[in-house]
């Protein structure tokens, strides 16, 4: 079954969403990374999670079919537009699952709102606060330059390894193929990229991420030249209740490097019996 409609959110601002699965299923909301709309989940990796999941894709504000408002974006607003939309399922308890922005996202409104949150999944996860060890000065240039930014590049970068031949290798086309899904069917507006890389580059939970109680998996790439994998130890270190793996020979989008090894840990952690 699938559900397919829009509500409106903090600051009047119309916030796409999906769902599938039955309605009796746990619910698993999936919150995307800067700049990319729900497209950029692998369909393998959603197929599977509705076997066991009332799965809930979300646009954030500014990305895919999701509106935009005209203050600048924080986690705060990020968050406010997860709990909106919680509220509006009539969804009491959840759990989130975060990728890199969205691992943000999640982290404050996990703080904000910690009975809602059943466990959180952290793919690729930043730490804010000013306490993030920065990627390479040709990264940060390429992530400054934002959607002037040449698409293949950016993502060669951001899913894999610096031995990726871009030609050949079966994976990276795959990637290509998820950008141009994202960015030709629904374009950003380099305002609205701004904005989330602003949201992104000034959020602030290192005093406060040690409240959250909930289990935690954190999962992280070792080869990730977006946020470096360091980020997501000292993130481990300061949530009480986490447990990190580190994917070997990956990137920072791990999941288009292969997903057959991860559903394993990611089932355990959840408590289902992969089917």
Request: glycine share 6%.
């Amino acid at each position: 079954m699938i559900h397919v409609p829009f509500f409106d959110s903090y600051l009047d601002t119309e916030i796409y969403y999906e769902e599938y699965g039955e309605k009796s299923a746990t619910p698993l909301v999936l919150v995307t990374g800067l700049a990319c709309n729900m497209l950029q989940w692998d369909p393998k990796l959603v197929d599977v999670l509705v076997q066991h999941y009332k799965v809930i894709l979300i646009d954030n504000r500014g990305s895919g079919r999701s509106g935009s408002s005209w203050k600048f974006y924080s986690m705060k607003t990020f968050s406010k537009d997860i709990k909106n939309l919680l509220d509006h399922l009539k969804i009491k308890k959840t759990h989130l699952f975060g990728h890199s922005l969205g691992g943000a996202i999640v982290q404050r409104f996990t703080i904000m709102h910690p009975k809602m949150v059943k466990k959180l999944v952290l793919f690729s996860p930043d730490i804010g606060a000013f306490k993030r060890k920065l990627p390479s000065r040709k990264i940060v240039r390429m992530l400054l330059r934002g959607l002037k930014s040449d698409a293949q590049m950016i993502f060669h970068h951001a899913f894999f390894t610096s031995n990726v031949d871009g030609n050949k290798n079966k994976k990276l086309r795959r990637a290509v193929d998820c950008v141009d899904r994202m960015f030709r069917y629904f374009p950003m507006s380099e305002k609205d990229y701004t904005k989330q890389l602003f949201a992104a580059y000034f959020f602030n939970t290192w005093k406060k991420v040690e409240e959250i109680k909930s289990p935690t998996l954190i999962l992280t790439g070792e080869q990730d030249k977006i946020i470096l994998p360091e980020n997501a130890i000292r993130l481990s270190k300061r949530l009480p209740n986490s447990t990190l793996s580190i994917i070997p020979n990956c990137g920072h989008f791990f999941l288009y490097d292969d997903l057959k090894p991860l559903l394993p840990e990611l089932f355990e952690f959840l408590g289902v019996k992969s089917k």
